[in-house]
Protein backbone atom coordinates (compact mmCIF):
# COMPACT_ATOMS: atom_id res chain seq x y z
CA UNK A 1 0.00 0.00 0.00
CA UNK A 2 1.61 3.19 -1.14
CA UNK A 3 0.18 6.01 0.41
CA UNK A 4 1.66 8.76 -1.91
CA UNK A 5 -0.54 10.96 -3.95
CA UNK A 6 0.86 12.74 -6.81
CA UNK A 7 0.97 16.53 -6.49
CA UNK A 8 -0.70 19.02 -8.73
CA UNK A 9 1.42 19.66 -11.96
CA UNK A 10 1.48 22.62 -14.25
CA UNK A 11 -1.26 22.00 -16.22
CA UNK A 12 -3.92 21.62 -13.15
CA UNK A 13 -7.23 19.89 -13.68
CA UNK A 14 -10.18 21.35 -12.71
CA UNK A 15 -12.33 17.94 -11.54
CA UNK A 16 -15.74 17.98 -10.99
CA UNK A 17 -17.52 16.17 -8.22
CA UNK A 18 -20.58 13.93 -8.55
CA UNK A 19 -22.91 12.39 -6.42
CA UNK A 20 -24.61 8.64 -7.02
CA UNK A 21 -27.49 9.40 -5.33
CA UNK A 22 -31.46 7.90 -5.25
CA UNK A 23 -33.61 7.39 -2.48
CA UNK A 24 -34.59 3.89 -3.22
CA UNK A 25 -32.42 1.56 -2.52
CA UNK A 26 -30.99 -1.50 -4.61
CA UNK A 27 -31.21 0.67 -8.00
CA UNK A 28 -27.70 -0.04 -8.83
CA UNK A 29 -25.91 2.81 -7.35
CA UNK A 30 -22.75 1.56 -6.22
CA UNK A 31 -22.54 -0.98 -9.66
CA UNK A 32 -22.58 2.22 -11.45
CA UNK A 33 -20.83 4.31 -9.55
CA UNK A 34 -17.91 1.42 -9.33
CA UNK A 35 -18.00 0.83 -13.10
CA UNK A 36 -18.10 4.49 -14.15
CA UNK A 37 -15.12 4.83 -12.26
CA UNK A 38 -13.29 2.01 -13.32
CA UNK A 39 -14.26 2.18 -16.96
CA UNK A 40 -12.81 5.87 -17.44
CA UNK A 41 -9.44 5.14 -15.73
CA UNK A 42 -8.89 1.59 -17.43
CA UNK A 43 -11.39 0.99 -20.22
CA UNK A 44 -11.12 4.02 -21.92
CA UNK A 45 -9.72 3.97 -25.39
CA UNK A 46 -8.64 7.93 -25.63
CA UNK A 47 -6.72 9.01 -22.43
CA UNK A 48 -7.75 7.53 -19.36
CA UNK A 49 -8.38 10.04 -16.85
CA UNK A 50 -7.86 10.39 -13.10
CA UNK A 51 -10.76 8.92 -10.83
CA UNK A 52 -11.19 9.36 -6.84
CA UNK A 53 -14.17 7.35 -5.86
CA UNK A 54 -15.68 8.41 -1.91
CA UNK A 55 -17.59 5.47 -0.77
CA UNK A 56 -20.10 7.39 1.68
CA UNK A 57 -22.29 4.29 1.96
CA UNK A 58 -21.72 2.45 5.84
CA UNK A 59 -22.58 -0.59 3.67
CA UNK A 60 -19.39 0.04 1.83
CA UNK A 61 -20.22 -2.20 -1.35
CA UNK A 62 -18.10 -0.02 -3.69
CA UNK A 63 -14.99 -0.56 -1.56
CA UNK A 64 -15.20 -3.69 -1.00
CA UNK A 65 -15.38 -4.73 -5.11
CA UNK A 66 -13.06 -2.18 -5.79
CA UNK A 67 -10.36 -3.84 -3.08
CA UNK A 68 -10.76 -7.02 -3.98
CA UNK A 69 -9.99 -6.40 -7.82
CA UNK A 70 -7.50 -4.00 -7.20
CA UNK A 71 -5.84 -4.09 -3.70
CA UNK A 72 -3.33 -6.26 -2.56
CA UNK A 73 -3.89 -5.95 0.85
CA UNK A 74 -6.33 -6.64 3.39
CA UNK A 75 -9.72 -4.04 4.31
CA UNK A 76 -10.00 -5.41 8.32
CA UNK A 77 -6.09 -5.55 8.55
CA UNK A 78 -4.54 -2.78 6.37
CA UNK A 79 -7.45 0.03 6.24
CA UNK A 80 -9.57 -0.26 8.89
CA UNK A 81 -7.41 -0.22 12.19
CA UNK A 82 -5.14 2.64 10.47
CA UNK A 83 -8.58 4.30 9.94
CA UNK A 84 -7.86 5.12 6.49
CA UNK A 85 -11.63 5.37 5.47
CA UNK A 86 -14.06 7.90 5.28
CA UNK A 87 -15.34 7.68 9.04
CA UNK A 88 -11.85 9.90 9.33
CA UNK A 89 -14.10 12.59 8.75
CA UNK A 90 -17.27 11.93 10.51
CA UNK A 91 -15.99 10.83 14.11
CA UNK A 92 -16.76 12.91 17.24
CA UNK A 93 -13.91 14.88 17.94
CA UNK A 94 -12.29 13.93 21.12
CA UNK A 95 -10.86 16.91 22.23
CA UNK A 96 -12.49 20.23 21.93
CA UNK A 97 -9.90 22.51 22.52
CA UNK A 98 -8.29 21.75 18.97
CA UNK A 99 -9.17 23.17 16.15
CA UNK A 100 -10.17 20.92 13.38
CA UNK A 101 -7.95 20.20 10.32
CA UNK A 102 -8.86 18.10 7.79
CA UNK A 103 -6.71 14.95 7.07
CA UNK A 104 -4.20 15.12 4.10
CA UNK A 105 -4.67 13.25 1.45
CA UNK A 106 -2.55 10.20 2.60
CA UNK A 107 -4.45 9.63 5.64
CA UNK A 108 -7.76 8.91 3.74
CA UNK A 109 -7.10 8.43 0.33
CA UNK A 110 -5.82 4.18 -0.98
CA UNK A 111 -4.49 3.91 -4.31
CA UNK A 112 -6.00 1.23 -6.23
CA UNK A 113 -4.00 1.86 -9.27
CA UNK A 114 -2.10 4.66 -11.06
CA UNK A 115 -5.24 6.79 -12.21
CA UNK A 116 -7.78 5.20 -9.63
CA UNK A 117 -7.91 6.21 -5.48
CA UNK A 118 -10.64 5.25 -3.25
CA UNK A 119 -11.76 6.73 0.07
CA UNK A 120 -13.13 3.53 1.56
CA UNK A 121 -16.50 3.34 3.40
CA UNK A 122 -16.45 2.12 6.57
CA UNK A 123 -19.34 -0.29 8.36
CA UNK A 124 -18.76 2.48 11.50
CA UNK A 125 -20.18 4.98 9.81
CA UNK A 126 -23.60 4.01 10.96
CA UNK A 127 -22.70 4.29 14.38
CA UNK A 128 -21.00 8.30 13.61
CA UNK A 129 -23.98 9.00 12.19
CA UNK A 130 -25.67 8.63 15.80
CA UNK A 131 -23.16 10.96 17.31
CA UNK A 132 -21.77 12.47 14.50
CA UNK A 133 -22.33 16.83 15.20
CA UNK A 134 -24.10 17.95 12.37
CA UNK A 135 -21.71 20.83 12.24
CA UNK A 136 -19.34 17.88 10.34
CA UNK A 137 -21.32 18.17 7.44
CA UNK A 138 -18.57 20.56 5.70
CA UNK A 139 -16.13 18.07 6.44
CA UNK A 140 -16.22 16.20 2.87
CA UNK A 141 -16.36 19.71 1.46
CA UNK A 142 -13.53 20.77 3.16
CA UNK A 143 -11.33 17.71 3.12
CA UNK A 144 -11.68 18.33 -0.88
CA UNK A 145 -11.22 21.91 -0.88
CA UNK A 146 -8.34 21.96 1.55
CA UNK A 147 -6.49 19.77 -0.21
CA UNK A 148 -7.35 21.03 -3.94
CA UNK A 149 -8.60 17.46 -4.97
CA UNK A 150 -9.96 18.92 -8.27
CA UNK A 151 -6.50 19.72 -9.23
CA UNK A 152 -5.61 16.20 -8.90
CA UNK A 153 -8.72 14.39 -10.41
CA UNK A 154 -10.75 15.03 -13.30
CA UNK A 155 -13.61 13.37 -11.67
CA UNK A 156 -14.84 12.68 -7.73
CA UNK A 157 -17.55 10.14 -7.54
CA UNK A 158 -19.36 10.12 -4.39
CA UNK A 159 -21.25 6.89 -3.97
CA UNK A 160 -24.63 7.71 -1.63
CA UNK A 161 -26.63 5.56 0.61
CA UNK A 162 -29.93 5.62 -0.19
CA UNK A 163 -31.48 7.19 2.88
CA UNK A 164 -31.12 10.90 4.28
CA UNK A 165 -28.19 10.89 6.50
CA UNK A 166 -25.22 13.27 7.37
CA UNK A 167 -23.83 11.06 4.69
CA UNK A 168 -26.17 12.30 2.17
CA UNK A 169 -25.79 15.85 3.07
CA UNK A 170 -22.17 15.46 2.81
CA UNK A 171 -22.00 14.51 -0.54
CA UNK A 172 -24.25 16.88 -1.51
CA UNK A 173 -22.69 19.94 -0.16
CA UNK A 174 -19.46 18.82 -1.37
CA UNK A 175 -20.78 18.16 -5.21
CA UNK A 176 -20.95 19.97 -8.39
CA UNK A 177 -23.76 17.72 -9.69
CA UNK A 178 -26.15 14.82 -8.59
CA UNK A 179 -26.50 11.76 -10.84
CA UNK A 180 -30.05 9.86 -10.73
CA UNK A 181 -29.87 6.39 -11.40
CA UNK A 182 -33.02 4.69 -11.29
CA UNK A 183 -34.59 1.11 -12.12
CA UNK A 184 -38.07 0.88 -13.70
CA UNK A 185 -40.91 -0.05 -11.54
CA UNK A 186 -44.01 0.64 -9.57
CA UNK A 187 -41.72 3.13 -7.20
CA UNK A 188 -40.04 4.31 -8.82
CA UNK A 189 -41.26 7.75 -8.17
CA UNK A 190 -41.22 7.74 -4.41
CA UNK A 191 -37.41 7.77 -5.04
CA UNK A 192 -37.09 10.44 -7.10
CA UNK A 193 -39.65 12.45 -5.13
CA UNK A 194 -38.00 12.26 -1.74
CA UNK A 195 -34.43 12.73 -3.36
CA UNK A 196 -36.49 15.92 -4.85
CA UNK A 197 -37.62 17.71 -1.49
CA UNK A 198 -34.38 16.47 0.26
CA UNK A 199 -32.14 18.65 -2.49
CA UNK A 200 -34.89 21.29 -1.85
CA UNK A 201 -34.50 21.20 1.87
CA UNK A 202 -30.79 21.29 1.51
CA UNK A 203 -30.13 23.99 -1.21
CA UNK A 204 -33.19 26.26 0.80
CA UNK A 205 -30.58 25.95 3.81
CA UNK A 206 -27.57 25.96 2.67
CA UNK A 207 -25.68 27.82 0.08
CA UNK A 208 -24.64 25.44 -2.64
CA UNK A 209 -24.39 25.22 -6.25
CA UNK A 210 -25.89 21.84 -7.21
CA UNK A 211 -27.09 20.74 -10.39
CA UNK A 212 -28.79 17.78 -11.96
CA UNK A 213 -26.81 15.50 -14.66
CA UNK A 214 -29.24 13.53 -14.99
CA UNK A 215 -31.05 10.60 -14.60
CA UNK A 216 -29.59 7.44 -15.78
CA UNK A 217 -31.67 3.61 -16.07
CA UNK A 218 -30.54 0.77 -14.75
CA UNK A 219 -30.72 -2.65 -15.09
CA UNK A 220 -32.97 -2.56 -17.87
CA UNK A 221 -33.95 -5.71 -19.86
CA UNK A 222 -33.50 -6.48 -23.64
CA UNK A 223 -37.33 -5.76 -24.54
CA UNK A 224 -38.89 -3.58 -21.94
CA UNK A 225 -42.79 -5.60 -20.76
CA UNK A 226 -46.13 -4.02 -21.57
CA UNK A 227 -46.46 -3.26 -18.47
CA UNK A 228 -42.39 -1.93 -17.76
CA UNK A 229 -43.11 0.26 -20.91
CA UNK A 230 -46.58 1.96 -19.02
CA UNK A 231 -44.46 2.10 -16.34
CA UNK A 232 -41.88 3.78 -17.88
CA UNK A 233 -43.95 6.35 -19.53
CA UNK A 234 -46.25 6.55 -16.53
CA UNK A 235 -42.65 7.55 -14.50
CA UNK A 236 -41.63 9.96 -17.19
CA UNK A 237 -45.28 11.66 -17.26
CA UNK A 238 -44.39 13.29 -13.67
CA UNK A 239 -43.85 16.56 -13.11
CA UNK A 240 -40.23 15.83 -11.07
CA UNK A 241 -39.13 13.46 -13.59
CA UNK A 242 -39.94 15.81 -16.48
CA UNK A 243 -37.57 18.39 -14.90
CA UNK A 244 -34.79 15.96 -15.13
CA UNK A 245 -32.09 15.17 -18.24
CA UNK A 246 -32.98 11.13 -19.09
CA UNK A 247 -29.58 9.73 -20.34
CA UNK A 248 -29.79 7.79 -23.67
CA UNK A 249 -27.28 5.36 -22.30
CA UNK A 250 -28.45 3.04 -19.91
CA UNK A 251 -27.49 -0.18 -18.02
CA UNK A 252 -28.40 -3.29 -19.19
CA UNK A 253 -29.82 -6.09 -17.31
CA UNK A 254 -26.16 -8.58 -17.02
CA UNK A 255 -26.83 -11.39 -14.61
CA UNK A 256 -23.18 -12.15 -14.68
CA UNK A 257 -23.12 -9.37 -12.39
CA UNK A 258 -24.80 -10.29 -9.41
CA UNK A 259 -23.61 -14.11 -9.80
CA UNK A 260 -20.71 -14.27 -12.67
CA UNK A 261 -17.22 -15.27 -11.43
CA UNK A 262 -15.85 -12.01 -12.71
CA UNK A 263 -17.45 -10.39 -9.90
CA UNK A 264 -19.75 -7.55 -9.50
CA UNK A 265 -17.61 -4.65 -11.72
CA UNK A 266 -19.60 -4.27 -14.62
CA UNK A 267 -16.90 -3.13 -16.82
CA UNK A 268 -15.65 -7.39 -16.65
CA UNK A 269 -18.08 -7.81 -18.52
CA UNK A 270 -18.71 -7.20 -21.85
CA UNK A 271 -22.27 -5.90 -22.58
CA UNK A 272 -21.71 -3.90 -19.10
CA UNK A 273 -18.51 -2.62 -21.15
CA UNK A 274 -20.23 -1.58 -23.95
CA UNK A 275 -23.19 0.51 -21.68
CA UNK A 276 -20.27 2.06 -19.96
CA UNK A 277 -18.92 3.38 -22.67
CA UNK A 278 -21.69 4.88 -24.09
CA UNK A 279 -22.97 6.13 -20.74
CA UNK A 280 -19.23 8.02 -20.16
CA UNK A 281 -19.11 9.47 -23.08
CA UNK A 282 -22.39 11.17 -22.72
CA UNK A 283 -21.28 12.09 -19.25
CA UNK A 284 -18.74 13.80 -20.41
CA UNK A 285 -20.08 15.78 -22.75
CA UNK A 286 -22.86 16.92 -20.18
CA UNK A 287 -19.80 17.91 -17.84
CA UNK A 288 -18.52 19.67 -20.65
CA UNK A 289 -22.01 21.23 -21.37
CA UNK A 290 -21.46 22.96 -17.95
CA UNK A 291 -23.15 25.63 -17.45
CA UNK A 292 -25.80 25.58 -19.86
CA UNK A 293 -27.11 22.31 -17.92
CA UNK A 294 -30.56 22.50 -16.42
N1 LIG B 1 -26.63 -3.87 -14.77
C1 LIG B 1 -26.96 -4.79 -13.86
N2 LIG B 1 -27.39 -6.01 -14.25
C2 LIG B 1 -27.73 -6.96 -13.35
N3 LIG B 1 -27.69 -6.75 -12.01
C3 LIG B 1 -27.28 -5.56 -11.56
C4 LIG B 1 -26.89 -4.51 -12.46
N4 LIG B 1 -26.54 -3.42 -11.74
C5 LIG B 1 -26.71 -3.78 -10.44
N5 LIG B 1 -27.14 -5.05 -10.33
C6 LIG B 1 -27.44 -5.79 -9.10
O1 LIG B 1 -28.53 -5.17 -8.45
C7 LIG B 1 -28.34 -5.18 -7.03
C8 LIG B 1 -28.35 -3.74 -6.51
O2 LIG B 1 -27.26 -3.05 -7.10
P1 LIG B 1 -26.42 -1.96 -6.29
O3 LIG B 1 -25.89 -2.52 -5.02
O4 LIG B 1 -25.48 -1.36 -7.24
O5 LIG B 1 -27.61 -0.95 -5.95
P2 LIG B 1 -27.59 0.31 -4.94
O6 LIG B 1 -28.58 1.27 -5.47
O7 LIG B 1 -26.21 0.79 -4.74
O8 LIG B 1 -28.11 -0.38 -3.59
P3 LIG B 1 -28.17 0.32 -2.14
O9 LIG B 1 -29.35 1.23 -2.17
O10 LIG B 1 -28.34 -0.84 -1.21
O11 LIG B 1 -26.89 1.06 -1.94
C9 LIG B 1 -27.03 -5.90 -6.78
O12 LIG B 1 -27.29 -7.25 -6.53
C10 LIG B 1 -26.29 -5.75 -8.11
O13 LIG B 1 -25.38 -6.81 -8.34
MG1 LIG C 1 -25.15 1.10 -2.95
Redesign the pocket.
Known amino acids: MNGHIELPSDNEKNGKIISFI?MK????????SVGIADFLTHYREESNLKVLLIDA?P?F?ATQALLDSYFDGDYFEDILPNEKTINKLFKPQVQFSQQYKSPFPDEMIVELSDNLHIVCGDLNLVLANKSSDYTHVKRLKRFIKDNSLREIYDLIII?C??TLTIYTDSALMASDYYLV?NRIDRYSIIGISSLQKAINNLTGEEDIDLECLGLIY??LDDELTLKQQEMKSNFESKEEVQQIYIFTGY?????D??IGKQG?I?TRYKK?RTDLADICAELLDRIQQGDNIV
Open positions: NGGVGKTTLDQNDPPPTITSNVKIQPPS
